[in-house]
């Protein structure tokens, strides 16, 4: 990097509305600017291209600067095509513009035979329509006056090589089927090389100088899986050349089509109108910001980065992905970590969408409903009931988990059971039942929530056994969602026995597959009772495990993480810290060690305040009355206290759980721990992950702090309840929820909350202000003073 | 065909409860077999390979007798497989079990080395998993023993044969990826030629001596196109050996897999157990009768028919349709005919499944909406406005009518105007509407429905043109239900002006796109309007033409079915019903005399009566009201009578609509033309068109007939009204219907009807019969006697 390119250096810098962020780094426009902040707007791209291939793919061909969508020219006498490294930068800008989805990036550069040229580019993946995607150059020479050669292309060369410990395997996913021109259309078709996906693109360049187009000879190059076309035009001192590529996509997974290659064809020729384009594109984000912004008012950039993490949510998944049979993986469409295995990240990220798009969320459960047969096809083989959905799943709902991982810190490969993590079934059944409770879609329980519930606790029924020494049931060689403990020390047993997040969970599972039954209505019951072979004895069997599940404490008062947890050693949590930069990943620091996190009172993340984190002290003291426990919801702050001191905050997740945990008793510390989890990604607090995927659970997570936290927001016998307690930091919150069909507008400014419905035809809804209780419904403003 | 098998031919007869159909006859094993009534079963495996090819396609390969699933045999001394011409048939039966979804064949027969042999097969394609089918043979030397060699297969090389005067088109739809063994399983992967979609086969066969498996050498056959393993067994006389053989399928068009090979085999390795698969298909059947069962008294076959046609249009589109980005074909997938396109038949299938499963209506109404934008090109590309679905849609949604068509009479081509139905939108829009009636989904509305209703509604103000002279708006150059009327007499110009049809119809649409609008609350209706670019002006443009739409009369109280029709010559009926053994196809026999059905006073099907089938009295008289004509509802008989005689009943939808307008005028006429409805498939009344498949709107219609129109069940202002007036024949009737979530069982028997809610957590639904008003909530019994 030269002297004039580490000048331009710029920080993150918010402008206006709080919809742009720009970041100006030559430093980008090498390397990192492939993930960050290029990425922002080959979201939606990429996850047309993910679902193609069931992986993340490589997003070179769109991101890679100086090659941005496959568009680049070399001038009069240049050998090489434009190559960033051998010109001079004199100025260089980007700027992301959420409201409009729009990437707009300026460059002025000098070569070394001292032709000065500008290059602004305005890019866009199509909200409007996801089959399409354009970029716009508009071209300047400052000073000179000359040929230049153009060259747009199609590659299916790319390659999966955005994350580097995945190096060992196999990165070249797609071949190359067909390809070539058509009129003023180039063309490729590639297909996955396993699950035979095929992936369509068509492009069109075409230049114009002020309204007039440019007519231009092509010359068409077929090289090993690319196809170039390029052309010259003759460029003049100080006037604009517009240089304009239409790029759309298919895929053999796409729905109303005939065949890939014939509909990307079909839509590019419908679509000659950039700026058309372009519009209907801005108009489709400003619709869906209308549902999901969320204003506030706190200092920094706390509203920046609320916009920047929605925007990035509504890049992975959006009403163009309802009734597609796609997840939400854990790392958006953003990278390649985690290879598009889905987990339980849908947890944090569901809240968002059920008060917004609960036709998405709707189409998320769809997609864990499609893959009930191998989830029961997966307890089967381990001679278990019911269904058990895997830890990682695949594209047809196969178990994905590693069952090795390599420690980079080390170079070792060691055995991996956070397979066990059965949990991620008490996710979805979590999801199905706040799904059910935002909309009061019966139509959805009965059709598919009850089945998945009930097939969930039929599973978790069937891992129980009885303890005859403890005269409780216990669930034995699970990992809870703190992945550090995965054994006993020393055990080669892999799990741990009761782990209390799970236990409580399981006893709240058999409850609300209960309720949920009762929902359904007596032709449904009977069916499901047919088709899942269930019958009153193993209803009775539940109700008897929810009531006597073993849940482990420390001290009276203090739950246990699990089985044995208080015998652990305490870590010296202040050595390692001083020894190591980041012990966010202790236990590879451990391994390398050769020693083991197992062995200690140490947390990736505190699963036991998940705990907290789900339920309301109200419900939680319930559930332990129901499993036979008393708990006092004063001890929650010593809880909190407790395993706060012994986590090392290795998932981003950790930080969203304690803002959200500390929220009631402990204001500062929920507002820093937001602070903290709302940079995550934009910080790459990681030190390096951000780059192979933002942290789409993270990334909602921090948006539902705000959201649901700190406004009290929650859905309980049909009620909303709304019960607003602010950090200090926060003058005013608003934001659009639709409940039950009525889209309500909430606005919380000093003390006051204004409730506007606008829905004239809307059905009433009942709304609990702390303790005042009513019913909005048609047109109505409310406005409590509190 | 000899004596002997002459002999065995038995009439068609009903069985038990009504769930059974036999026929057996040496005939049908000879040829028409192939599609009637063999085809039954073949429903939904065909239909997962019909919507692989987004055609129909042969179905030889699983019905073809004797070759029953790609299954054979030959004994000791045989040089050719089974052939049916080389033996005599000693005893023939095969009856087709609707309760369980299965078909059972008995044959006993004789070679001519005199050894007799008996075989059962017993066939079934899965309700339970849509993946899976599966034959058994019980196979019995009666006079012999010896070896017997089996042939199992998998062909790739069928053809599209089914229909005559498709021969002139390509007929081979299928190249072979990949085809062959793995451990005791043969496997094909297919993959359609044009549409790039890919199909997977496996199957598994093996053989049984009571329970044990006998141990067989397999030899694989690989032929072009084919793969068959053959295998050896020692039979005694006496001694019954089961042959059981297990197919999986998968496309790539199925949700939740990797790759449809790997998942076939996948799904196949996990199904070991015939009898179990067995039980859950005829479980799920169970369940599907449960809510589908229509149970009638009546004299002769009514209820075998009724439960024949549920039984059919289950085949085509259940449960497992939904989600699907599937539409319901004309013919099912029982037959090449009209290869898969989707006209407007839902109109008469989706009042039974709105009642019983509307989450499938949803799924219907869904595949339209992702036609919208290919229906919005269409528009585009004529110069007008909003969304035009086409006529014969293709699974694109591009318009697949034909422009010239074959008349197999005279061997000539034709033009072919019938593409100009632009009803095909009406008859969408009135589907919305009445899917919202009966499920009350606000969300639907929202996110789906008012968007078609409105796109439609445009397309409709932009084909309609002011008229000075009447001072009215016209519809010109349409083409009605009535597919005889395509032009004026002698005209170069394709279509009729302002069918009456089309143009009430467009009022109607007009005031419920308004309904719909709204509906849908101010957030979504502000997207919209943005989304669609419709201004204030435009609504009231609407509103304008809605009320001003031109409908021409013959005379006071008799409309006319197109502007000028009362002018054209009668038709003498007489005299052509005595020249040919049947007229329904009167345009073919016109055009190949040299004159045109274009020019009478002839109808193939009334069209002017499908305004009496789709609305009641009042509101017909409203409609017409809003359009500033006044209709006096005692004239509908008066035009019913017009046009019944003047209707060669060409189409097979006809009659249903004749038996519904004249249930409340005629019960006597009603149940006559309620059963030609019923029998037309069964008797193939159109000679010929059934083994093209069957009539998917002609059987659900006739099943909603009963339904609705002699139940007098309609939704209106929210509430489900009741008006029973049977025919004489029908002593009782039952069934069950979903409104609104609540599952009702309603019971009509004497002058009594029972209505029965068991769901107990029912939300309160209305329900006026005739003119009593009354709340069903929760689990209750209601009598009503009248």
Redesign the interface.
Known sequence: MNKEQEGLREALCTLGNGYFATRGAAEEAEADDVHYPGTYLAGSYNRLKSEVA?KTLENEDLVNWPNWLQLSFRLDGDKNWFRLEEKQVLDYRQELDFSEGILRREMHFKDKKHRETKITSTRLVSMA?PHLACIKWEFTPVNWSGPVMMRSALDGSVKNEGVKRYKALSSKHLKIIEQGKTNDIIYLLVQTN?????MAQAARCHVYSGNKKLRTNREILEEEGKISERFSFQASQGKTVTIEKIISVSS?KD??????L??SL?TLR?ELDFSALKARHS??W??LW??FDITLKSPGNSQLLLRLHIFHLLQTSSMHTI?R?VGIPARGWHGEAYRGHIFWDELFIFPLLNYRL??LTHSLL?YRY??L??AK?LAEKEGLKGAMFPWQS?????EESQVIHLNPKSGKWLPDHTYLQRHVNLAIAYNIWQYYEV?A???FM??YGAEMLLEIAHFFASITTWSEFRQRYEIRNVVGPDEFHTAYPGSDEPGINNNAYTNVMTSWLFSHAKKAF??????RQ??LK??LKLDDREFSKWEEISRKLYVPFIKEGIIAQFEGYEQLPEFDWEAYREKYQSIQRLDRILNAEGDSVNCYKASKQADVLMLFYLFSAEELVQLFKDMGYQFNPERIPDNIEYYVSRTSDGSTLSRIVRSWVEARSDRECAWHCFREAIVSDFEDVQGGTTPEGIHMGSMAGTVDILQRCFTGLEVRDNVLRLNPYFPEEITSLGM?INYR???LSLEFSGNQCRIKS?????SPVKIKFRDQLFEIKG?MIKTISY
Do not use: C, H, M
Request: glycine fraction near 12%.
């Open positions: 069931g329509n396993q699950s035979r996906i095929y053999s729905r109303a089509i005939n065949e890939p014939n509909s079909e419908n108009e489709a400003s619709r209308k549902q009734g049979d609960p036709d769809l499609y893959r047969g191998a096809k695949g594209s047809s709902g196969r909309t879609d019966r139509n009965k059709f009762e929902l359904i209505g007596t032709t009977e069916a047919q088709k659009e069909g009525v889209w606008r829905d004239g035809a809307a047109k």
